[in-house]
């Protein structure tokens, strides 16, 4: 299985919209509606912050929101803040009954 | 509120067996599934593997051959074995609870996870 498509980078101003993209397949992001994003500052974990395409985990700000069209899932941030400048990453169910990840994007607000 | 830390060594040796441990606090292992995750330095996140409540396993294809994932239910741990390392294998490696998408069976994202461990490969 191949890691799933991000782009290396994606930067905005505060209070703007941006939009990070994670390309799979048939077989993982346009078979399914599995995906979810998470959130990564320098030396920390991981944290959830999108499942099942657009659910938010309680606590996760409104400001975040995924959606998706065929092999392509999205996962937008409105309202950016300096707090958001982190890696994302996507990821999702593959038909083989295993999971992939996106090589992740790295948000710089300027 | 569910914790899990890692623990073991943060140092191996080529062709041997890396060996960690997870353990879970503030919930029971006898539920849910519970997963191994590792980062490259500089890379992306990587999926190893995961063992359910009921002790059944699923790995990485491209890991499989070379790992284990078991539990010890008395000590709410799980742990993670992985033979014949290379330097390939350098990572900090990151425990985390899987769940399954809504209305299926199918395990793919990880809503808890533990602060991640160091492990390097080398002489």
């Known amino acids: 299985q191949s890691a799933l498509t991000q782009p290396a980078s994606v930067s905005g101003s505060p209070g703007q919209s941006i939009t990070i993209s994670c390309t799979g397949t048939i077989s993982d992001v346009g078979g399914y509606d599995y995906v979810s994003w998470y959130q990564q500052h320098p030396g920390k974990a991981p944290k959830l912050i999108i499942y099942?395409?657009?659910n938010r985990p309680s606590g996760v700000s409104y400001r975040f929101s995924g959606s998706k069209s065929g092999n392509t899932a999205s996962l937008t941030i409105s309202g950016l803040q300096a707090e958001d400048e982190a890696e994302y990453y996507c990821?999702?169910?593959?038909?083989?009954?295993?999971?992939?990840f996106g090589g992740g994007t790295k948000v710089t607000v300027v | 509120q569910v914790q899990l830390q890692e623990s073991g060594p943060g140092l191996v040796k080529p062709s041997e067996t890396l060996s960690l441990t997870c353990t879970v606090s503030g919930g029971s292992i006898s539920s849910y599934y519970w997963s191994w995750i590792r980062q490259s330095p500089g890379k992306g996140l990587e999926w190893i593997g995961y063992i359910s409540y009921s002790g059944s396993t699923n790995y990485n294809p491209s890991l499989k051959s070379r790992v284990t994932i078991s539990e010890d239910t008395s000590k709410n741990q799980f742990s993670l074995r992985l033979s014949s390392v290379t330097a390939a294998d350098t990572a900090v490696y990151f425990c985390?609870?899987?769940?399954?998408?809504?209305?299926?069976?199918?395990?793919?994202?990880?809503?808890?996870w533990g602060q991640g461990t160091r492990v390097t490969v080398s002489p």
């Open positions: 099942d395409v657009t």
């Open positions: 990821n999702s169910y593959v038909s083989s009954r295993s999971v992939v």
């Open positions: 985390a609870r899987g769940r399954i998408g809504s209305g299926s069976y199918r395990v793919y994202y990880f809503d808890y």
